[in-house]
């Protein structure tokens, strides 16, 4: 079983800067599609960033294009985002997922993310 968790949530102020972190253990496939996920109250989940692990493409939402980075550490089984320019409608709480990878590209919906973590908060306030 897949289990991810999530740190490096907080609280910053506007175009302030934060690194979430997730850890993830229990890998079976070779190959998983990753992303970050958020979720402010009263709005829908919305996918942030997306990466596929066995060869580093992409996806970023067109609202955190050019503020955050998703990345992976392979070996110490670790994905991130860089947070960067933070701002108000930044926050919400932040989600970590994952899938295995199914010869397609990586998706960007939720619905098609088998495995999740428990959240982090991230507030950026003016």
């Known amino acids: 079983q897949v289990q991810l968790v999530e740190s490096g949530g907080g609280s910053v102020q506007a175009g302030g800067s934060l690194r979430l972190s997730c850890a993830v253990s229990g890998y079976t496939a070779s190959r998983y599609c990753m992303g970050w996920f958020r979720q402010a109250p009263g709005k829908e989940r919305e996918g942030v960033a997306v990466?596929?692990?066995?060869?580093?493409?992409?996806y970023y939402a067109d609202s955190v294009k050019g503020r955050f980075t998703i990345s992976q550490d392979n070996a110490k089984n670790t994905l991130f985002m860089q947070m960067n320019s933070l701002k108000p409608k930044d926050t919400a709480v932040y989600y970590c997922?994952?899938?295995?990878?199914?010869?397609?590209?990586?998706?960007?919906?939720?619905?098609?993310?088998?495995?999740w973590g428990q959240g982090t908060q991230v507030t950026v306030s003016t």
């Open positions: 990466i596929y692990t066995g060869g580093g493409s992409t």
């Open positions: 997922a994952a899938t295995e990878y199914r010869l397609a590209p990586c998706s960007n919906s939720g619905g098609d993310f088998s495995y």
